[in-house]
């Protein structure tokens, strides 16, 4: 079985930063991409940021510029950077990865429980 662990949620300010982590473990022969999710309030929930096992980006328009998506494939983690956070911005932000148990089986998606992120005006 594979865990996927959030981090690093909390409460700040408008304009301020956080650094989310997620860290992966359990049987894991590879991972292919990761990437962050968010769910708002009543919203649906997005694509915030992924990254390839290449190392590859992509970024909703609402974050770019502000966010940072990074890897360590040493450790399995992936990273979030989230700079001049605003309030609207306020959700649960998820972790998901494309892992590989064993090499004989494909890509399977995993998802963490989620990290509560609040921004206040």
């Known amino acids: 079985q594979v865990q996927l662990v959030e981090s690093g949620g909390g409460l700040v300010q408008a304009g301020g930063s956080l650094r989310l982590s997620c860290a992966a473990s359990?049987?894991?022969?590879?991972?292919?991409?990761m990437g962050w999710y968010r769910q708002g309030p009543g919203k649906q929930r997005e694509l915030v940021a992924r990254?390839?096992?290449?190392?590859?980006?992509n970024y909703a328009d609402s974050v770019k510029g502000r966010f940072t998506i990074s890897r360590d494939n040493a450790k399995n983690t992936v990273y979030l950077q989230m700079n001049s956070l605003k309030p609207e911005e306020t959700a649960v932000y998820l972790c998901?990865?494309?892992?590989?148990?064993?090499?004989?089986?494909?890509?399977?998606?995993?998802w963490g429980q989620g990290t509560q992120v609040t921004v206040s005006s």
């Open positions: 359990g049987t894991i022969f590879s991972i292919n991409a």
């Open positions: 998901n990865g494309l892992i590989r148990g064993s090499r004989y089986s494909g890509d399977r998606s995993y």
């Open positions: 990254i390839t096992s290449g190392g590859s980006t």
